[in-house]
């Protein structure tokens, strides 16, 4: 069972930056397909983000396309998301999630939480002055 860990969240300014590194215990992330998620009090869990396993396909969604930036570090063994120019709607907590499945071309189906298989425990971002 792959175990992944988030941190990096934290109490933020509207306008500023941080960076959440998710941790793989297991196997190195280029054996994964990765999804960044989030969910706010009383929302549906969201997908911000996916990086393939070779880091060649990518994905943004609109609401943090140009903000957010999804990448992989080989030596820490880390998939990482940067948050730029964080708004207030920003605000929830951040699961990294990891798949063995193919990103195929059906994006409805690996953008739902039920297609990936290893899930972090979260990490809360919070953007208020």
């Known amino acids: 069972q792959e175990k992944l860990v988030e941190s990096g969240g934290g109490l933020v300014q509207p306008g500023g930056s941080l960076s959440l590194p998710c941790a793989a215990s297991g196997r190195p992330f280029s054996s994964y397909n990765m999804g960044w998620f989030r969910q706010a009090p009383a929302k549906e869990r969201e997908l911000v983000a996916v990086?393939?396993?070779?880091?060649?396909?990518?994905y943004y969604a609109d609401s943090v396309k140009g903000r957010f930036t999804t990448t992989t570090d080989n030596a820490k063994n880390t998939v990482d998301l940067q948050l730029k120019s964080l708004k207030p709607e920003d605000t929830a907590a951040y699961y990294c999630a990891g798949t063995t499945k193919v990103l195929g071309p059906a994006r409805t189906m690996w953008s739902s939480p039920r297609f990936y298989d290893y899930w972090g425990q979260g990490t809360q971002v919070t953007v208020s002055s």
């Open positions: 990086i393939s396993g070779t880091g060649i396909i990518t």
